[in-house]
Structure formats: structure tokens, C-alpha cells
């Protein structure tokens, strides 16, 4: 019952809102008593006081007898604080080193003999110093990542607002904070800027960054040198501790392990982590529950691609740092053109910027269309989702409103699923964009539907036979 309503408030609300704040509620039956869990007071007294009475009604309108009772209360169903105390399980450290795992710049990172050396002194300093060599390296902050630099918009205000919360007001307890969300969004500008923004604070500060392969390397080196134990010292040591990209931990069984622990130790002593991820952490496959159920412990915040009017300011920001003249209507011409993520923004930015330097032109939209040329030629080429749509629902003989519609028998749904895989692949639209332009589902629906196509693909004759055909239509 409870999971109905949910789902029915994901039709109500937009998808960051209900993935920041209805998501992470748990919920667990008690006689006739339901008791939702938000995992900090936070998220608790902003359900309370946006959400709550709507979950109510939807509670009262969905039950046949008695509307059962409702407490909201911060924790977690499964109290995993019992958890913390469970000892390390005692496998030996096997470690699978693969080449990709121990890549280093670093000159200490030279293959590392582990056959004894004749003289035990002499292996125990070396040892130390390879593994100060391997550890220090790590807390590199970028220091042109900062809030100041940072452009607000709607797609980010949320994670932004959370990270300064972090930064400024560490009593919060907002721990771990969790930002999630595509590529080149802005999470690892963030965390940097929380990074500095605590040592701006207390210059003395242990912030270490890293990004999570770097976590997973230098364990595996930890291993090998027989230092395992120094490892977790230099880990648990930390003021604040940043790991980027925690998906790569998926299926890193050890490491996952040994994260766990360094992560529940800095936990207890109050020491900030901040993580971030390239999807919502629960669907991170390959990594155990109880982590995934341990970051959704403090604060957890998407970061959405920027529309159109952020991209347009994060331009005239960059324009700005770098003392180029920007004309409005031009960074508007780049804006409309590069929608995918700030990363590509900044990538056409510098080359037209380039390109003005070479010519010594100023920069217009004649020379942005000179510069970006092969961009905007394959955009050409691009489909709408508009002429996606009329194309399938032609194709199947519905109607384009049945796409667009919540129906859910399958006549349509297969179709609807088949038309936002094409937009996907044929467009560069963000999986919101597409879900917003089939009435207003969010980014998972659109997912979910490419994982379905991409699985039927495979596995049904005819799906396959008629995503070809469209495909075919489409693009010829
Ligand atoms: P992610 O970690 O999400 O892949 P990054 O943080 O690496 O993305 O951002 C990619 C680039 O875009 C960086 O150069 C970053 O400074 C810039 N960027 C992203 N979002 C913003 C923003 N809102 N304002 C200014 N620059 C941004
Ligand atoms: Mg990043």
C-alpha cells in the first residue's frame, strides 16, 4: 500500500525532488502502525513539511477499511548500527592486481618485490617509505573548483545548497553527503569546492580527495607491501575524506570491504565523507547492501543536466574567467546547441575561444558556426523526438497521445519503450528531456525503457525486427 502511494507521488513530483527526498524513506509495518524512516533530520523535517499530508491522503484514499496509523521517524528499518560493531571478516587479503588497478605516475610506484630482503631493517624503511610514496599523493584539492566559481541553476541548486551546508556547517551531520548524476555535471567541482572550502576554514585540515580507482589501487598496493595496517591509519586519520566515482567500487569485493570500514570509522568519529556517483547508488550493481544502504545514511542529492538559462550563465562565467569578450546572443547560439553537460559546454567554449584568438576575429555566431562546424553538422543529423514519436506510433498504428499518456497496457507501453530507446540513441537529449517530452515520466522511467529495449533486442525476433525498421526510417 505504502509502495503504491510512493509511486504515485513519483507521478506527482519531479524526479530530483522525489529521488532527494521520497527515495531515501523506509518503511516497516508495525501492527497497524507504519513507521517511515528518513535517514536524517534533514530529509525528515522537509518530508514533514512538503510531503507528508499528500502521502497521507493518497495513505487514506488507497485503504479499504482503516487508513493505517503513520509515524515518521529518523533511522533505518534495519538498525545497521548493530552492524558497525560486526567484526572484519577475517578472509585472507586475496588480491586480484589487474593492470588497470595499479597504473600509478607516482615514481614509487615501480613493481614492488615482495620476496624478503636479507636485511629486515632495511625492507621495514624501505616498506615505510613506499608507503608514505603510495598514500601521500592523494589529497590533491583543485583549487579552481570552488563555490565561487561554481553557476547556480535549477538542476543544481539542491546539490549546491547541500555541499554548503557541508562546508560551512559541518554540525549538520549530514554524513555521508552523496551527490549523484551523469557526467560532467558538476559533482567532482563540488566536492572539491566543500574540500577547499574546509581548508579555507582551518588551513590544517586533513581533506584528502581521491577518486575511488585511486582508493582501489592504493589498497591493493597497501597489500602487497604488507601494510595494509598503515593504510587504514593514513584513511582513518582524516578531517574530511572525498572519494569520487564510487561505481568503480562495484565489484571490487575487497576494497568494498575495506571502505566499509574505513567509512564506518570515520563515521563514528564525526569525520565529514563526501562521495559521489555517476547513478543513484542503490542501482550501482556489484556493490553490497550494506553500503549502499550506509551512504543513503546521510544526504543523497542529484545533480540534473542545466537547462538552457544555466548553460547560457556558465558560459558567460567561463567567458568571464578567462577575460574573453562573450556576447549574450552568442553564448545563447552554444547554449541551444550543446545541451548534453557542462564538460562539452566548456569544450566548445575553448574552442571558439581558440579560434578567435588564431583569427584574431571577435567572437560572433559566423565565427562560432566556423569553429564548431563538425559539432553542429553532426547535430544536423540528429533526429527530433517529435518525428521519433510520430514515426512509432505510425509504425505500431496508435496514436501519438497514447505515447504520451499514462496507460500502461502493453499495446502502447511496448512502444512508448521503444520510442524513448531511439530518442536516446538518435538524440543527444538527457534522459529528463526525453522523459519530460513523453508526458512528463523522469529519468528512470527512460532508463529502465533502454535497458527493456537493449534486453528484448537481444532476446525477442520481432522487437528486434522492428527497432531495425525504425531505425532504418529514421536515419534515412
Ligand atoms: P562531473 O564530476 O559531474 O563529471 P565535473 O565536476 O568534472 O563533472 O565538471 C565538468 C566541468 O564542468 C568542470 O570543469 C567544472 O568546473 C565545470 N562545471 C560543471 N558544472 C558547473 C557549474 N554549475 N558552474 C561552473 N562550472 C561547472
Ligand atoms: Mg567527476
Redesign the pocket.
Known sequence: LWQQCVELLRDELPAQQFNTWIRPLQVEAEGDELLVYAPNRFVLDWVNEKYFSRLLELLGERSEDVTPSVSLLIGSKRSPVSRAAQPASLVPPVVQVSASLVVDESPSAKPVDVQPAANPAALRTERSVQVEGALKHTSYLNRAFTFENFVEGKSNQLARAAAWQVADNPKHGYNPLLLYGG?GLG??HLMHAVGNHLLKKNPNAKVVYLHSERFVADMVKALQLNAINEFKRFYRSVDALLI??IQFFAKKERSQEEFFHTFNALLEGGQQVIL?SDRYPKEIEGLEERLKSRFGWGLTVAVEPPELETRVAILMKKAEQTKVELPHDAAFFIAQRIRSNVRELEGALKRVIAHSHFTNHPITIELIRESLKDLLALQDKLVSVDNIQRTVAEYYKIKIADLLSKRRSRSVARPRQVAMALSKELTNHSLLEIGNSFGGRDHTTVLHACRKIAELRESDADIREDYKNLLRTLTT
Open positions: 557526467v559533482k567532482t569520487d566515482d559521489t
